[in-house]
């Protein structure tokens, strides 16, 4: 337990991505000073490249005040199907609820693809027991067949258990008391019931989230575990804190309750990041583009305020219905593996050649073409300060297997397949981009572009460049921003209940009292943190529809109190902002009615991320030299620079590159850069 204000003292932010594990440490014992690290994941315990983060900053960890975590345990968990073996109880008549779905498809065309239940059938029993969409009790819990189908379970060697009642979330006195009957006789603490997690009424989205939940519980119970001790015998007796997929945190020591919260927990840290970044340098409205070794996660911020989504889908089938950073992620990664399919196409991604063995120009044993190696031959990299290189490989290496695996048959040289697989990639992560602005009502030309990760400062001059978006902003440690939002992100919880009544019929001393109700229980879980918040902020909101249809519109609320006529209102004004559609003459229906309490912690002073001392007089001596680099088909003498050492009223016109320990950032012909007062790069594009 922290007795003190941690965020006071040493704090530092970890981010472990899917080829490096990204560390930022604030030095309070030295008026701020930053301390970053990068260390390659270490995929097989994430919990040892976390410790060598640390230890690489020169910092002992016994002196560190506060570790802030995001990992990506359980996102991969999922994503990859590496689940612990779980068993379900449900309403006799419905253990396939599950697996019926919504009736979609995992294509759009055609028959193809497959579907896996997060829960095997075999291991999803019914009980009789029937509760009414009112509360009421049709048929009552048999007891005895709770026990049985527990011991089943047991016996089948489950480790987790979800225990998911039709209408628990009208009346969860079922689903609590089976619940504590199973608990008098599961070994472990991992059981799951529906309605404690998502209080919604739609059983498909309930019971999936649920599953979720549960089947990767033991998972990042272990993987807590592991860290802890790790932490504890290097001197860290302190509670640590982990990132939630909502963007806020939670204490290491309530995590696994509500495991599935963590899921996207890596993005969310990194959007938050930009959020802070963004507004403090006067950007209320940017799309977020984080490029790593494994994909691209875009996301869209308006007001300085991420969107957050409780309708996020990780995959096909796979809805986690609990808030989250609405993140939309796509293939394509500086690890992304190029090929030539059948059709004798160039394809970039999803297939990566993450941490092991990696690109080919880390020397690790990788043999396939990636977009890092396409940077690697078109100039963008420098192959002397790459990071984490084992046995180097020559650039003219590089580049006659770029010539041998895509350019023969596409009928290119190794410098023109390099330059095709890195216009592919552009145009998959501008389509992405693409579906979080234009596909959502958006104009990206009303927003800056907000670039990080390893890879995203080489690719975002060209992207801004595709979707005609004005500016770019590349914060000082764009490699590790997702430490950073580690560092500044807030604590964090959601509530959601269901109401499902016509707003015209609507009791508003209920709705009321239900939106105080969860601001009470978020005040409660937030003083049962170690770390303690400045201040506490309410934001309510309501998911609301018209009357007959299916599709659900999330509705800023102004305050905890509004009238039957201000939520029509407020819902019709949104429906037209959405699909520039007014239907005065239908009734709305009130579904759901939604509460975040977020606890804002105190700021942090950016200015410091680079050394100010070691900034030169002189663009002059800021530059390290020249060398071509190829730009839209051609090559270019483009002079480098040392980011950290440029003098912040520096006006440098592209072509550029500019080189720092944790990225690299390329600036196009005719883009202009500047820089503000926390030393972020604005990039005025064809300025």
Same mark, same amino acid.
Request: charged share 20%.
């Given at each position: 337990?922290?007795?003190? #204000?941690?965020?006071?003292?040493?704090?530092?932010?970890?981010?472990?991505?899917?080829?490096?594990?990204?560390?930022?440490?604030?030095?309070?014992?030295?008026?701020?000073?930053?301390?970053?690290?990068?260390?390659?994941?270490?995929?097989?315990? %994430?919990?040892?490249?976390?410790?060598?983060?640390?230890?690489?900053?020169?910092?002992?960890? @016994?002196?560190?005040?506060?570790?802030?975590?995001?990992?990506?345990?359980?996102?991969?968990?999922?994503?990859?199907?590496?689940?612990?073996?779980?068993?379900?109880?449900?309403?006799?008549?419905?253990? #396939?609820?599950?697996?019926?779905?919504?009736?979609?498809?995992?294509?759009? !065309?055609?028959?193809?693809?497959?579907?896996?239940?997060?829960?095997?059938?075999?291991?999803?029993?019914?009980?009789?027991?029937?509760?009414?969409?009112?509360?009421?009790?049709?048929?009552?819990?048999?007891?005895?067949?709770?026990?049985?189908?527990?011991?089943?379970?047991?016996?089948?060697?489950?480790? @987790?258990?979800?225990?998911?009642?039709?209408?628990?979330?009208?009346?969860?006195?079922?689903?609590?008391?089976?619940?504590?009957?199973?608990?008098?006789?599961?070994?472990?603490?991992?059981?799951?019931?529906?309605? @404690?997690?998502?209080?919604?009424?739609?059983?498909?989205?309930?019971?999936?989230?649920?599953?979720?939940?549960?089947?990767?519980?033991?998972?990042?119970?272990?993987?807590?575990?592991?860290?802890?001790?790790?932490?504890?015998?290097?001197?860290?007796?302190?509670?640590?804190?982990?990132?939630?997929?909502?963007?806020?945190?939670?204490?290491?020591?309530?995590?696994?309750?509500?495991?599935?919260?963590?899921?996207?927990?890596?993005?969310?840290?990194?959007?938050?990041?930009?959020? !802070?970044?963004?507004?403090?340098?006067?950007?209320?409205?940017?799309?977020?583009? #984080?490029?790593?070794?494994?994909?691209?996660?875009?996301?869209?911020?308006?007001?300085?305020?991420?969107?957050?989504?409780?309708?996020?889908?990780?995959?096909?089938?796979?809805?986690?219905?609990?808030?989250?950073?609405?993140?939309?992620?796509?293939?394509?990664?500086?690890?992304?593996?190029?090929?030539?399919?059948?059709?004798?196409?160039?394809?970039?991604?999803?297939?990566?050649?993450?941490?092991?063995?990696?690109?080919?120009?880390?020397?690790?044993?990788?043999?396939?073409?990636?977009? @890092?190696?396409?940077?690697?031959?078109?100039?963008?990299?420098?192959?002397?300060?790459?990071?984490? &290189?084992?046995?180097?490989?020559?650039?003219?290496?590089?580049?006659?297997?770029?010539?041998?695996?895509?350019?023969?048959?596409?009928?290119?040289?190794?410098?023109?397949?390099?330059?095709?697989?890195?216009?592919?990639?552009?145009?998959?992560?501008?389509?992405?981009?693409?579906?979080?602005?234009?596909?959502?009502?958006?104009?990206?030309?009303?927003?800056?572009?907000?670039?990080?990760?390893?890879?995203?400062?080489?690719?975002?001059?060209?992207?801004?460049?595709?979707?005609?978006?004005?500016?770019?902003?590349?914060?000082?440690?764009?490699?590790?921003?997702?430490?950073?939002?580690?560092? &500044?992100?807030?604590?964090?919880?959601?509530?959601?209940?269901?109401?499902?009544?016509?707003?015209?019929?609507?009791?508003?001393?209920?709705?009321?009292?239900?939106?105080?109700?969860?601001?009470?229980?978020?005040?409660?879980?937030?003083?049962?943190?170690?770390?303690?918040?400045?201040?506490?902020?309410?934001?309510?909101?309501?998911?609301?529809?018209?009357?007959?249809?299916?599709?659900?519109?999330?509705?800023?609320?102004?305050?905890?109190?509004?009238?039957?006529?201000?939520? %029509?209102?407020?819902?019709?004004?949104?429906?037209?902002?959405?699909?520039?559609?007014?239907?005065?003459?239908?009734?709305?229906?009130?579904?759901?009615?939604?509460?975040?309490?977020?606890?804002?912690?105190?700021?942090?002073?950016?200015?410091?991320?680079? #050394?100010?001392?070691?900034?030169?007089?002189?663009?002059?001596?800021?530059?390290?030299?020249?060398?071509?680099?190829?730009?839209?088909?051609?090559?270019?003498?483009?002079?480098? !620079?040392?980011?950290?050492?440029?003098?912040?009223?520096?006006?440098?016109?592209?072509?550029?590159?500019?080189?720092?320990?944790?990225?690299?950032?390329?600036?196009?012909?005719?883009?202009?850069?500047?820089?503000?007062?926390?030393?972020?790069?604005?990039?005025?594009?064809?300025?």
């Amino acid at each position: 337990m922290i007795e003190k #204000d941690a965020t006071a003292g040493t704090v530092a932010g970890i981010d472990v991505g899917g080829t490096f594990t990204d560390l930022l440490l604030i030095d309070g014992a030295e008026d701020g000073r930053v301390r970053i690290a990068k260390v390659p994941t270490t995929v097989e315990n %994430q919990a040892f490249g976390v410790v060598a983060a640390l230890e690489a900053t020169g910092k002992a960890i @016994s002196e560190i005040d506060l570790i802030v975590h995001g990992t990506t345990t359980t996102t991969n968990a999922v994503l990859e199907r590496r689940l612990a073996r779980t068993g379900m109880i449900t309403t006799a008549g419905f253990r #396939d609820v599950i697996e019926l779905g919504r009736r979609t498809r995992p294509q759009p !065309y055609g028959m193809t693809g497959v579907f896996v239940p997060v829960i095997p059938r075999d291991l999803r029993l019914e009980v009789p027991e029937r509760m009414e969409a009112s509360g009421s009790v049709r048929i009552p819990l048999d007891e005895q067949a709770v026990r049985k189908a527990v011991q089943h379970l047991l016996d089948a060697g489950c480790e @987790s258990l979800v225990i998911h009642f039709l209408h628990a979330y009208a009346n969860p006195a079922h689903e609590l008391r089976a619940a504590e009957i199973a608990r008098s006789m599961w070994p472990n603490e991992h059981v799951t019931t529906g309605h @404690s997690l998502l209080s919604e009424a739609r059983e498909f989205e309930r019971g999936v989230t649920a599953a979720v939940n549960a089947s990767v519980q033991p998972i990042l119970k272990r993987y807590i575990g592991r860290l802890a001790d790790e932490l504890n015998a290097r001197g860290y007796a302190r509670d640590f804190l982990v990132m939630n997929g909502n963007g806020g945190m939670i204490s290491a020591r309530f995590v696994t309750e509500e495991a599935a919260k963590t899921v996207m927990s890596g993005p969310a840290s990194g959007v938050m990041a930009a959020a !802070y970044t963004a507004r403090r340098a006067g950007f209320p409205h940017v799309v977020t583009y #984080d490029m790593g070794g494994t994909s691209t996660d875009v996301a869209l911020i308006r007001n300085a305020r991420p969107a957050v989504s409780n309708e996020i889908e990780i995959e096909y089938a796979m809805p986690i219905h609990v808030p989250m950073v609405d993140v939309h992620t796509v293939g394509a990664g500086g690890g992304s593996i190029a090929r030539i399919d059948d059709a004798g196409l160039i394809r970039v991604g999803p297939e990566s050649a993450g941490a092991t063995p990696g690109p080919i120009c880390y020397g690790r044993g990788g043999t396939e073409p990636t977009v @890092s190696d396409a940077n690697l031959v078109l100039g963008r990299l420098n192959p002397n300060r790459l990071l984490a &290189v084992e046995n180097p490989v020559s650039v003219e290496a590089v580049t006659d297997i770029f010539a041998e695996r895509i350019g023969r048959r596409a009928g290119l040289d190794g410098v023109g397949a390099a330059g095709a697989v890195l216009k592919l990639g552009n145009l998959k992560m501008a389509g992405a981009i693409r579906m979080v602005s234009v596909a959502k009502g958006h104009d990206p030309r009303d927003f800056a572009l907000f670039a990080f990760g390893g890879a995203g400062p080489l690719h975002a001059a060209a992207l801004a460049r595709e979707l005609s978006i004005p500016k770019v902003i590349v914060p000082a440690r764009p490699g590790i921003t997702n430490a950073l939002g580690c560092v &500044v992100a807030d604590m964090r919880h959601d509530f959601v209940r269901t109401v499902n009544v016509p707003v015209a019929e609507i009791d508003e001393a209920e709705l009321a009292a239900i939106l105080a109700a969860q601001a009470d229980e978020g005040r409660t879980l937030i003083a049962k943190e170690a770390v303690k918040p400045q201040t506490l902020r309410f934001v309510h909101s309501a998911d609301m529809q018209f009357v007959g249809q299916t599709h659900l519109i999330n509705v800023a609320l102004p305050s905890a109190t509004v009238s039957a006529a201000e939520l %029509q209102s407020l819902f019709e004004a949104a429906y037209f902002a959405r699909f520039k559609v007014s239907l005065p003459e239908i009734r709305a229906n009130l579904v759901n009615l939604n509460t975040s309490v977020i606890g804002e912690r105190r700021e942090i002073d950016l200015s410091l991320l680079i #050394d100010p001392a070691g900034r030169t007089a002189t663009l002059t001596e800021a530059q390290t030299g020249t060398r071509p680099v190829w730009f839209d088909g051609s090559w270019i003498e483009t002079p480098v !620079y040392a980011r950290e050492k440029l003098p912040l009223d520096a006006t440098i016109t592209g072509p550029a590159i500019l080189e720092q320990l944790d990225a690299t950032t390329v600036v196009e012909p005719g883009d202009r850069v500047t820089q503000d007062a926390d030393g972020n790069l604005i990039i005025e594009v064809g300025a």
